[in-house]
């Protein structure tokens, strides 16, 4: 599997370059928040924006919490919904399988304000007061389509002789999901809940219709600055939150390692 | 390496309870007020949270048609809300709001009466307070157009060709064009729409793109020279220098204004604290703070007074040629056809 | 295979979607056959107003646009995604670039697309470097057209198509590659056709996560677009906010869901077949032959 054979030059170009590509972008903002202006020419170093940020934004961090909060429980729960799903629809026979499989990827496709919509009135119907919550409940539902076709693309095509081998030889179906089928579906589980992470952090409209009084998350602040101007304290906010990802992550290090390397 | 999974897992879960903990801790009373990021600046929220011992729950949206969309479903626990005028009629219409009991409001008699009469969407303001009132003109880069006539014309100017943009809103675009051609821009007539349709399609030559989110940056950036817009949208970009450089303008004919009024949700929980709310606003010294904050014109006469900022345009400018915005009712239908029309470009 | 514990598995997944998503979606679909209320909602008396308003010119003209909008972007980005994931899988520091991959996506969008305005607009920094350079002498205008929205396009979803091919590619077994050089295939056919039948559900879930977010996204389009830029996504939400007729927001999304559940049916069926005949066809190089086909990409 781990062939030290170095990889094409082409693929490292490809990769290079998308690196670049996505990080542009991220320079221009590092830079903008310490621009002493709120304008996008350079005019001098400037603390002004994080000074604002740290000390008179309470509203702006606790949209931000907000934020945090529902994309890691949201993500956690869709991620594990999803990937047993994965393995169910992979592994099994059974009744309407088909029928599920083509289904459960039909969220995927309906626009994000008729998704919104549907569960704003479905809530309001059962009386369930808007909330952190019932946002909760929104994205891990538009998430778990997303981990369930990550898994599943990840699952293709993988050897089930392994398995049928674990069974063989006395294992359990708690023992095989554990020792076999989850570390073979792991660098697949790991995507999709980055991309539910993401998914949750970025979602604005669905997130409008169902949040309740004081659960209004990053996005919505963002994007109902847009009539007076959206203000450089959140490029400060970004370059926070990048940095405290980055600090994270190198914490976690060790985790990650440890667990791909079984 | 088990217990560093541990150690975050730990850590996630404190924190998740922490901030449960901190939202639901407090037992002071609360207002829930729905309104547009920063449009009460957080100094004039903190105040009011101080002078009274409450707490102020402040949610945001970015539109009056997603706030209304939202709250025709579900009330949302909501006190007090900053509909624009038109979505004032139609909260009426569909009975959402609590009817005012303008005795309770001392400071009511600050409002500016040659502005309340003009109001239409709630005849004799019986559900409705003023907010704020201001309209979309034009925002013109002197630096690098110096030379234009104050009329909706200078948007036909084949030297601006590619340097112009109009907002994202049907509303304002079409009535800009009404009002350019003499008309109301409240006409449901198809003959006035269809000229007004004509008149914006000559103008789409010269428009780089319709937009409400980002021509503020665009035009401090020096790519815009000519936008339609909200003054305080374009030189909350600008810093002071620039801000020389730049004027804005009510065109000549005139244009859409717009009132933002605050109104009580029917079956709001808090009333008292929404009237106290309601009538701190219109405190001379708070309502010259919130318009110096977004030099706008104030419609409470003894804010003027308190003032020390100059707006970027003054009430007369407005009453001149400019009218309120009233819902469409059954011609939204038409407009929205008519618009579509211009932006695919047939 | 002892006991069937398939449905214990699905369980949790079938019944979260039932819920919150099956339930919830047939009120709105029921709303489609219903009259449009006058401000907002719907008034309970049948009708089929809202289907008939479907048949609309301006409304094929925009679903036309976008279908082609999303249709550039999400070749580029499988393009772009299928190198940069097959580096990632072959790396030592496969987490690391996964994380990096994805960092960037952490801070808001808006924030982003504000981001690349700086660098493409007229007086922004791909411009000015360009003219500093002497490469030319006036500004070319890189916004507001649909080159634009492609590429700011692609820098929204990239990560999307990039970490499926990422975890199919990495379980892929690249001794097949070299076996079929052994065999005398040139370098580029043994990737080609060993490569990308084996990795075909990380292709197809590549195109899926691009193209559909990329048909629904109406943000873009408007900020960095033309004049003319108009999508389906934002007739849609207009329908339901500026002119409030729902009926006609749900028909219209109904009729795209189902447009693009047969778009989508049918891509993975030719998409299989056609990577079926292309393995048929590969080198003898020893490809493993999967446990069951049945629905494994859906």
């Known amino acids: 599997m781990r062939s030290a054979k170095p990889t094409g030059k082409f693929s490292l170009g490809m990769f290079t370059l998308t690196i670049i590509f996505l990080y542009m972008p991220l320079v221009i903002l590092v830079a903008y928040s310490f621009n002493n202006s709120k304008m996008m020419a350079w005019n001098g170093f400037s603390l002004r924006w994080y000074n604002e940020l740290f000390f008179s934004s309470e509203n702006l961090w606790h949209s931000f919490w907000n934020s945090a909060v529902i994309a890691v429980t949201s993500a956690s729960v869709s991620t594990v919904i999803g990937t047993l799903g994965a393995i169910g629809l992979y592994w099994y026979n059974f009744k309407f399988k088909k029928a599920i499989s083509v289904a459960a990827f039909i969220p995927m496709l309906i626009p994000e304000i008729i998704i919104g919509v549907s569960l704003l009135i479905f809530f309001a119907g059962i009386k369930l007061q808007l909330s952190l919550f019932t946002i909760f409940l929104a994205h891990t539902t538009f998430n778990i389509p997303f981990v369930l076709m990550v898994v599943m693309a990840r699952l293709e095509e993988f050897d089930f002789t392994i398995i049928e081998a674990a069974y063989d030889l006395g294992a359990g179906e708690l023992q095989a999901l554990s020792k076999v089928i989850l570390p073979a579906a792991f660098p697949g589980v790991i995507s999709g809940f980055l991309i539910a992470v993401t998914l949750s952090l970025e979602d604005f409209v669905i997130t409008f219709f169902v949040s309740g009084p004081g659960s209004s998350t990053l996005p919505l602040h963002i994007y109902s600055m847009i009539r007076f101007g959206v203000s450089p304290v959140i490029n400060a906010l970004s370059v926070v939150v990048i940095a405290g990802t980055v600090v994270l992550a190198a914490l976690s290090r060790n985790v990650v390692k440890y667990m791909f390397q079984k | 390496m088990r217990k560093s999974i541990r150690t975050i897992c730990t850590v996630a879960i404190t924190a998740i309870a922490l901030s449960t903990i901190l939202g639901c801790g407090q037992s002071k009373p609360k207002l829930f007020i729905y309104n547009w990021t920063y449009y009460i600046p957080e100094e004039v929220i903190k105040d009011f949270q101080k002078r009274y011992g409450v707490k102020v729950v402040y949610d945001m949206y970015a539109s009056n048609e997603e706030m209304y969309a939202k709250l025709k479903v579900s009330g949302g626990k909501y006190d007090l809300v900053f509909p624009s005028g038109d979505h004032v009629s139609i909260m009426i219409n569909e009975g959402m709001l609590e009817e005012i009991d303008k005795s309770r409001l001392t400071n009511f008699a600050n409002l500016d009466t040659a502005v309340l009469p003009l109001i239409k969407f709630d005849p004799g303001l019986k559900y409705s307070v003023p907010y704020a009132m201001g309209t979309a003109g034009v925002s013109v880069s002197k630096k690098n157009f110096p030379e234009y006539k104050k009329s909706w014309h200078i948007l036909e100017d084949p030297a601006l060709k590619g340097r112009i943009t109009m907002l994202d809103d049907m509303r304002e675009v079409l009535g800009a064009a009404l009002k350019t051609l003499g008309y109301s821009v409240n006409s449901t007539d198809t003959t006035e729409l269809m000229q007004a349709k004509a008149l914006v399609m000559e103008w789409k030559k010269s428009v780089v793109k319709f937009d409400s989110e980002a021509f503020g940056k665009g035009f401090a950036a020096g790519e815009f020279w000519v936008v339609q817009g909200y003054a305080e949208n374009v030189f909350s970009e600008l810093d002071e220098n620039a801000a020389k450089d730049a004027e804005f303008f009510i065109p000549e004919e005139g244009g859409p204004m717009y009132m933002d009024n605050m109104v009580i949700l029917k079956g709001a929980k808090n009333i008292d604290l929404a009237y106290q709310f309601i009538n701190y606003i219109h405190e001379p010294e708070v309502y ?30 407005m009453l001149k040629n400019s009218e309120f915005k009233e819902d469409l009712g059954g011609y939204l239908e038409l407009y929205n056809n008519i618009w579509q029309e211009i932006r695919v470009g047939k | 295979m002892k006991k069937n514990y398939g449905p214990v598995y699905v369980a949790p997944l079938t019944g979260w979607l039932v819920v919150f998503f099956a339930i919830p979606i047939s009120i709105i679909v029921y709303y489609s056959f219903l009259k449009k209320g006058f401000n907002g909602g719907v008034m309970h008396e049948f009708s089929l107003d809202a289907f008939r308003a479907l048949y609309n010119p301006t409304i094929f003209k925009i679903a036309f646009n976008t279908f082609w909008i999303a249709c550039a972007s999400t070749a580029v980005m499988v393009a772009l995604a299928i190198p940069a994931s097959y580096f990632m899988a072959r790396s030592r520091h ?19 697309v504000y981001a690349w305005m700086a660098i493409l607009g007229n007086n922004g920094i791909l411009n000015s470097t360009l003219i500093s350079m002497g490469l030319m002498h006036e500004h070319i205008q890189f916004l507001y057209n649909t080159n634009a929205v492609i590429l700011v396009t692609v820098y929204t979803y990239l990560p999307f198509a990039i970490l499926p091919l990422y975890s199919t590619i990495e379980k892929f077994d690249f001794s097949l590659v070299e076996a079929a050089r052994d065999l005398g295939a040139t370098k580029f056919t043994a990737t080609v056709r060993v490569l990308l039948p084996n990795i075909r559900g990380g292709i197809t879930t590549a195109v899926l996560f691009t193209f559909i977010p990329a048909f629904g996204n109406y ?15 934002n007739v849609i939400a207009r329908e339901l906010t500026v002119t409030r007729n729902w009926p006609l927001a749900s028909s219209i999304s109904m009729a795209l869901t189902a447009l693009t559940t047969l778009g989508v049916l049918l891509f993975m069926r030719l998409n299989r077949s056609s990577m079926e005949s292309a393995r048929e066809s590969a080198t003898s190089a020893p490809v493993k032959t999967p446990q069951s086909g049945t629905g494994a990409t859906a």
């Open chain 3, 219 to 233: 943000a873009v389009p408007q900020i960095i677009g033309g004049s003319d830029s108009y999508m389906l996504g």
């Open chain 3, 94 to 112: 496969k987490n690391l670039y996964m994380l990096l991959v994805i960092v960037p996506f952490w801070t808001n969008f808006l924030i982003r």
């Open chain 2, 288 to 317: 010259a703070k919130i318009m110096d904050f977004f030099m706008l014109p104030s419609i409470n006469v003894p804010a003027r007074a308190h003032m020390k900022v100059t707006p970027h345009y003054q009430i007369d400018d």
